[in-house]
C-alpha cells in the first residue's frame, strides 16, 4: 500500500485508535487488546521469518520467557513493573542471541531450523514448569493492572513500532540484503551480504519485540503459568496470520492479525459449536485460491479495479 | 536396578519406539515423494484409533479386524486430501520457499479442522480400550499380550514396507521420486500418481499405527500432534529416506523415553525427545552436508 491516499487511510486509522478509549465500550478494549497484541507478534515474527525465509515454528518461546521474566521480577523480585518489561525485552535479547549462535552461524534448512525453534519452546517450558520457585506448573499470580487502558497504548504502540519499523527496513540498503538472502543464500554471501549478521539482527530484532508482548500480557492476564506461557497456539498464530496475511510484506501481518483475530472473535460468538471448524475452511480456501495471502488478493482486486498493467510474477515469498 | 527392571523398562521402550517408527516411515515417505512436512499427520493417527475404538466399543469388532480397515480408509482419505489441497496449490506454480509455507498453513487448517470435529463428534472424554490385556510371561518378565501384539504389527509392516521399497516396480520409483523428482521424471516416471500414491501409503500407515495406539494408549481428540513431533524427530535422526534408520531411530526414542520417565519423573519423557531432536541437528547442520539448505 503506497501512495497519498493509502498514507492519509493509515493516518486516520492511528488517530481513531488512539482515541478509541474515550467512547469504546470495555469489550471493544480487550477485544482490541488481543487484536494489537497479534498485530505485534505477527509482525514480529515477519520481521525476522518473512524476510530471511527461515520459518520459525517456535517464536512464542519469547513471548514466554518475556511474560517469566515480567512475573519474576515484579511478584519474586517486588521490583517496578517498568524494570519488568525493560527486562522482559533484555531476558528474550539474550536468548535469541545465544539461539542465533547456535543455528544461524551455519545454512540449517529451513524446516530443521522450524522444528528445533518449536522443540525449545517445548523444552523451556516443561524446565519452567518444574522450578519450584517459579511457582511450578501453577504458575505466578500477578498484581493486576489498575487500568486495561494501559495494556491498550502499550500494545498499539508496540504494533506501530513493530510495523514502522518493518517498513524502513525493507525500504532500506538492510532490507535489499535480506531480500538477497531470501532469494538465495549462497549468492547473496558471494556478493559480500554479511548473511549471518543479517540473519541474526532480525532473529534478535524479532524475539526483543515479541518480549515486552510477553510482559504486557502477563500483567493484563494477572496470571501466568508455564502451559498458557509457552503454549504453542501463540508460537502458531503468529506464522498463520502471517502467511494468511502476505509472508514478508508490511502490512500482510498487519492485515492477516485483524482479519484472523476478527473473524475468530465474530465465529466464536454467533456459531460457538463449529467456529474452528468453519475457521480452518475460510484459511483452505484462500490459501488454495491465493497462496500469497491477502495482499496476494490485494494485488489482484487494485489491479482488476485500477487496470493497470499485470505486474511481473514475484520471485520468492515477496 | 535390577536385571528384570531393565529388561522391562527396555520392552516397554521397543513398543513405544516402534510406533513411533511406524508414524515416521508414514511422514517420511510423504516428504520424499511430495516434499510436504504433514503436520496433520497425527491427526490421521487420531482418525485411526476413534475407528478402531467405536468398531470395538459398538460392535465388539476386533482391533486386527480394524487394522487393515483403518488402513485402507485412512488410504483414500489421503488420496481425498491429495486431490482437494495439494492439486489446486500445485496448479499455482510457486517457489519451493512459497510452496513449503502454503503447504504448512494448509495442513495447519487441516488439523484444525479435524480436532474440532472429533471433539464436536467425540467429546474430550479420554477413552480406552480393554483388549488383550492379560500378561505373558517371557522369562522373567510378564507383559500384556497387546503391547506384544503391537511390536509383531510393526515388525510385519515395516518388513512388508521393506520388500515392497527394495523390489517392487512402485517401490522403486518412490524411492527414484524422493531422491530425484525431475530425473525420475526424465526416466519415465509418473512423478504425480507416485506422489498421490506415496501420500495416500503414508496415510495408511498412520491409519495402521492409530489403531495400534489406541489398544495401549488413551485417546483424545488433540493426541495427534505430539505424536506428529515425535514422528518428525524420529525422521530427522533416522535421516529422509532411510527406512532402517526410522526404525532404529525410533526404537531408540522409545527406549530413550523409557528409561528418562523411570530415572527422572514423568514430566521428563517428551523432553528427553526433544533434547536429542535438538542436540542431534545442532550438530549435524553443523558437520553434514545433508543438513544445510542448498538453494532456498
Known amino acids: ?207 526483543t519485540l515479541i518480549g515486552p508482548a510477553g510482559a504486557m500480557i502477563a500483567w493484563y492476564w494477572s496470571y501466568i503459568d508455564p502451559y498458557i506461557a509457552f503454549d504453542l497456539s501463540v508460537s502458531f498464530d503468529m506464522v498463520v496470520m502471517s502467511i494468511f496475511g502476505g509472508v514478508g510484506t508490511v502490512m500482510g501481518p498487519v492485515l492477516g492479525a485483524v482479519i484472523i483475530s476478527g473473524v475468530k472473535e465474530a465465529l466464536s460468538t454467533s456459531i460457538p459449536q463449529f467456529h474452528t471448524i468453519i475457521f480452518g475452511v475460510l484459511v483452505l480456501g484462500l490459501i488454495l485460491w491465493c497462496p500469497g495471502g491477502l495482499m496476494q488478493v490485494y494485488r489482484i482486486l487494485h489491479r482488476r479495479i485500477t487496470g493497470g498493467p499485470r505486474p511481473a510474477r514475484s520471485r520468492g515469498a515477496q | 536396578m535390577d536385571v528384570t527392571t531393565f529388561l522391562q523398562l527396555l520392552l516397554f521402550g521397543v513398543v513405544w519406539g516402534g510406533l513411533y517408527a511406524l508414524i515416521a516411515t508414514g511422514l517420511n515417505l510423504i516428504y520424499g515423494v511430495m516434499k510436504i512436512l504433514n503436520i496433520a499427520h497425527g491427526e490421521l493417527m487420531m482418525l485411526g484409533a476413534y475407528l478402531t475404538y467405536w468398531l470395538f466399543t459398538l460392535w465388539h469388532v476386533s482391533p486386527l479386524i480394524s487394522l487393515p480397515l483403518a488402513a485402507v480408509s485412512m488410504f483414500v482419505f489421503g488420496i481425498i486430501m491429495q486431490k482437494l489441497l495439494i492439486d489446486p496449490l500445485l496448479r499455482h506454480n510457486l517457489s519451493m520457499g512459497e510452496f513449503e509455507n502454503a503447504t504448512l498453513i494448509v495442513f495447519f487448517a487441516v488439523l484444525l479442522i479435524l480436532q474440532s470435529a472429533a471433539l464436536l463428534l467425540w467429546t474430550a472424554d479420554y477413552r480406552v480400550i480393554s483388549y488383550a490385556s492379560h500378561p505373558v510371561h517371557i522369562g522373567p518378565l510378564a507383559v500384556a499380550a497387546k503391547r506384544l501384539i503391537v511390536v509383531l504389527v510393526v515388525l510385519l509392516v515395516s518388513a512388508a514396507m521393506y520388500l515392497g521399497l527394495q523390489h517392487t516396480l512402485l517401490g522403486k520409483a518412490i524411492r527414484a521420486v524422493s531422491q530425484d523428482m525431475t530425473t525420475a521424471r526424465l526416466m519415465g516416471i509418473h512423478v504425480k500418481r507416485i506422489g498421490l500414491l506415496g501420500f495416500g501409503i503414508g496415510s495408511a500407515l498412520a491409519g495402521i499405527a492409530g489403531s495400534l495406539a489406541s489398544t495401549i494408549y488413551v485417546i483424545t481428540p488433540t493426541v495427534g500432534l505430539l505424536f506428529t513431533i515425535k514422528a518428525f524427530t524420529v525422521m530427522v535422526v533416522g535421516g529422509l529416506g532411510s527406512q532402517g534408520g526410522t526404525l532404529l531411530a525410533g526404537l531408540l526414542l522409545g527406549v530413550l523415553e523409557s528409561f528418562a520417565s523411570f530415572f527422572m519423573g514423568a514430566e521428563y519423557k517428551d523432553l528427553s525427545g526433544y533434547v536429542v531432536l535438538i542436540a542431534f541437528i545442532v550438530w549435524k547442520s553443523r558437520t553434514s552436508s545433508a543438513f544445510v539448505s542448498e538453494i532456498k
Open chain 1, 1 to 207: 500500500m503506497t501512495g497519498a491516499p493509502a498514507k492519509g487511510v493509515i493516518v486516520a486509522l492511528v488517530a481513531l485508535l488512539l482515541m478509541l478509549p474515550a467512547w469504546g465500550s470495555a469489550y471493544a478494549i480487550s477485544f482490541l487488546v488481543s487484536v494489537l497484541l497479534y498485530v505485534a507478534l505477527a509482525g514480529s515474527w515477519n520481521l525476522f521469518s518473512g524476510t530471511t525465509g527461515y520459518a520459525s515454528l517456535g517464536q512464542g518461546l519469547f513471548f514466554g520467557l518475556g511474560a517469566y521474566a515480567f512475573g519474576v521480577s515484579t511478584v519474586l523480585l517486588k521490583w517496578h513493573p517498568v524494570v519488568g518489561i525493560v527486562l522482559a525485552a533484555a531476558v528474550s535479547a539474550v536468548a535469541a542471541v545465544l539461539l542465533g549462535l547456535v543455528l544461524l552461524t551455519t545454512r540449517i534448512r529451513v524446516a530443521y531450523f522450524a522444528i528445533v525453534m518449536l522443540g525449545v519452546n517445548e523444552v523451556v517450558k516443561t524446565v519452567v514448569a518444574n522450578i519450584k520457585a517459579v511457582g511450578s506448573s501453577s504458575g505466578l499470580t500477578i498484581p493486576p493492572l489498575s487500568t486495561n487502558l494501559i495494556a491498550y497504548y502499550f500494545l498499539l504502540f508496540l504494533a506501530i513500532g513493530v510495523t514502522a519499523l518493518s517498513y524502513l527496513i525493507k525500504h532500506s540498503r538492510w532490507g535489499l540484503g535480506l531480500k538477497a538472502i531470501l532469494a538465495d543464500e549462497v549468492a547473496a554471501e558471494v556478493t559480500g551480504v554479511g548473511t549471518v549478521a543479517h540473519k541474526m539482527a532480525m532473529f534478535v530484532l524479532s524475539g
